[in-house]
């Protein structure tokens, strides 16, 4: 990847949080906790998810940059969401922490020397090694995907409504 397109990439990341909160000023909070589907996350769940991604998206940078060449520890979304109750989780302090996350995350990917770059890590459902680059791109596309998700569940909740 060369710089300029690292560089839009690192400014999109840093505007994550900012995304989650437009999504949200047209899903009325009263809604957060409909499930479309038993199998499916309410709004409320995929925010836990969001934050639980964006830490588990800081520790496999942290361990790119720290470990280069070791191996990552891998997790299920889903069944993090059902040990850990996300419906029953503080979804403020879900925000919260996802906004201090990918904030201090941000700065460290702006601070970073072209050597950085360079690194990788085994990642044990990959075939070949996890860069940074890779990083880079599968987390600036995490809260995308998921604002998506959101709107879908409101599509959902409205369709309910009628």
């Not at 060369?2 to 989650?20: A, H, M």
């Not at 280069?68 to 891998?74: H, I, K, Q, V, Y």
């Not at 990918?102 to 460290?108: A, G, P």
């Not at 600036?140 to 959902?156: F, I, K, N, S």
Request: hydrophobic content about 40%; overall charge negative.
């Amino acid at each position: 990847m060369n710089q300029d397109k690292r560089n839009e990439l690192i400014e999109e990341y840093g505007r994550g949080f900012d995304l989650i909160m437009a999504a949200l000023t047209e899903i009325p909070r009263e809604m957060w906790a409909f499930k479309p589907d038993p199998d499916q996350w309410s709004v409320h769940e995929i925010l836990v998810h969001m934050k639980d991604g964006e830490l588990n998206g800081v520790l496999r940078l942290h361990k790119l940059l720290a470990e280069p060449g070791t191996t990552l520890a891998t997790y299920d979304p889903h069944l993090w969401a059902s040990v850990l109750d996300y419906q029953n989780q503080d979804v403020d302090d879900a925000l919260e922490m996802f906004r201090l996350l990918q904030r201090s995350t941000y700065r460290l990917l702006k601070a970073l020397t072209d050597e950085a770059w360079t690194r990788s890590i085994v990642h044990p459902e990959a075939k070949e090694p996890y860069t940074m680059d890779m990083w880079l791109d599968i987390y600036t596309e995490h809260v995308p995907e998921h604002c998506e998700q959101l709107r879908g569940v409101y599509e959902a909740w409205k369709v309910t409504r009628h």
